[in-house]
């Protein structure tokens, strides 16, 4: 693991058995305890282009889900919460329907874990979380992986990670009732330290993308969580779906946006509604923007990802119409700190994050700048977090 996302605080092991001692007291062998955990993800760029079969590159990162626990011999799993000790209960052969509490992603993990034949194990565990919830950085996602290896025997999961993660979306589809894409679940799984992951979401061919050494990434929160989030994300879904099937009239070839380029959008410009048109013209150039981003990375060309980021943020903003002026209001603040080379919202908008790309030297002051204007001109607190690049979900190391 990488050594600078030594878990702070209440992630550590002494931390974690002794809320684990709290809760379960008939248990208290620290040794006896295996500890899993799961990152959360920022995506660098490629966004609402997963479910549309298109391009993302994320990162995971070193915020993360840790659960430490206990294997039972019967299928009861019992989980407190390190922070408050509230314990959750299910059991295994008898999974009911969600009930709209945090619970419910551990039982829907569970349910599609059975039904793909992947063996579950009953457990006692406390679990702990480092990722900001409705943020943007995916703990939903992170605390379903981290589902997936405390359910595991002991000797891991018998799947690679792409099943996983694929697992967990369905948990997140079907049982949590988010119709989320592949990204967030698969950058939790699949995350390479030192790495953005380039994931195809129609080929689901994925490989790493190093980050350069000279830039580092920090992470903005608006202090606005995602409440509107859902039924937007639904509608903007529905918006890209009408693109297709206007589309798919004329060109046989379509089946989803990853099928249309600017030419075809132009040709049949008039037989797409506008909301509609709006939306499929952001998915076909940020698609074209991660392979660009990928290029400029490689070739440690600053300016170049800077432009890609701004041109993504314009895109989301305008014509996919999912920032807002919280989140507008830090990229502005970003882009007049010099050595922050790119800023852009990062996950579905509405609230939640922007991610910057921004030389070491110049973090302090961005930090700065925007603990000084983001609350006057917004009224809100914002938080800042300088993160790394981490591994996907797995065993922590003792
Ligand atoms: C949320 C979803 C992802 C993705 C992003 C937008 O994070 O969970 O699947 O669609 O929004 O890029």
Same mark, same amino acid.
């Not at 915020?63 to 009861?76: F, N």
């Not at 992947?118 to 939903?140: I, N, W």
């Given at each position: ?224 969580? %995602? /409440?509107?989030?859902?039924? #937007? $994300?639904?509608? &903007?879904?529905?918006?890209?779906? !009408?693109?297709?099937?206007?589309? @798919? *009239? ?116 961005? %930090? /700065?700048?925007?603990?000084? #204007? $983001?609350?006057? &001109?917004?009224?809100?607190?914002? !938080?800042?977090?300088?993160?790394? @690049? *981490? ?8």
């Amino acid at each position: 693991m990488d050594p600078r996302s030594a878990a702070p605080g209440t992630l550590d092991p002494a931390s974690l058995a002794t809320a684990f001692a709290a809760a379960f007291p008939d248990h208290v062998d620290p040794a006896e305890l295996g500890i899993v955990r799961a990152p959360g993800r920022v995506n660098l760029i490629g966004e609402h282009t997963d479910y549309n079969e298109g391009l993302v590159l994320p990162a995971a990162i070193d915020l993360e889900v840790r659960i430490a626990r206990r294997t039972r011999s019967d299928r009861r799993v019992r989980v407190a919460l390190a922070t408050t000790g509230e314990v959750a209960e299910l059991d295994l052969d008898r999974i009911g329907p969600a009930t709209g509490n945090w619970l419910d992603y551990i039982a829907g993990t569970a349910l599609e874990m059975i039904k793909a034949g992947l063996p579950t194990v009953g457990f006692d565990g406390v679990l702990a979380s480092t990722v900001p919830q409705a943020s943007g950085l995916s703990s939903s996602a992170a605390l379903e992986l981290a589902a997936v290896w405390a359910l595991s025997p002991v000797d891991g999961p018998s799947a690679d990670p792409m099943t996983l993660a694929r697992i967990a979306q369905r948990a997140e589809n079907r049982y949590v009732g988010v119709q989320c894409g592949l990204m967030d679940q698969f950058a939790s799984a699949n995350g390479v330290a030192g790495s953005a992951v380039m994931l195809d979401c129609r080929s689901l061919e994925h490989h790493p993308v190093p980050l350069p050494d000279e830039l580092v990434v920090v992470v903005a929160h608006t202090g606005m969580p %995602r /409440t509107l989030g859902t039924s #937007e $994300y639904n509608a &903007r879904r529905a918006d890209c779906e !009408r693109a297709v099937a206007s589309l @798919a *009239a004329v060109e046989p070839g379509v089946r989803s946006l990853r099928d249309v380029d600017r030419a075809m959008l132009e040709r049949h410009a008039d037989r797409i509604d506008p909301v509609a048109a709006r939306r499929a013209e952001h998915v076909v150039d940020e698609n074209a923007r991660v392979i660009a981003t990928e290029a400029a990375l490689g070739a440690g060309d600053l300016d170049e990802i800077g432009r890609l980021f701004a041109a993504s943020h314009a895109s989301l903003r305008d014509l996919f119409e999912v920032s807002s002026p919280e989140l507008d209001a830090l990229v502005e603040i970003a882009a007049e700190v010099p050595g922050v080379v790119a800023s852009r919202m990062t996950g579905a908008g509405f609230g939640g994050c922007t991610v910057s790309l921004a030389r070491p030297d110049s973090v302090d002051a961005l %930090r /700065t700048q925007i603990l000084n #204007e $983001y609350p006057s &001109r917004t009224g809100r607190t914002p !938080r800042v977090w300088q993160v790394w @690049a *981490a591994d996907g979900a797995g065993p922590v190391e003792r």
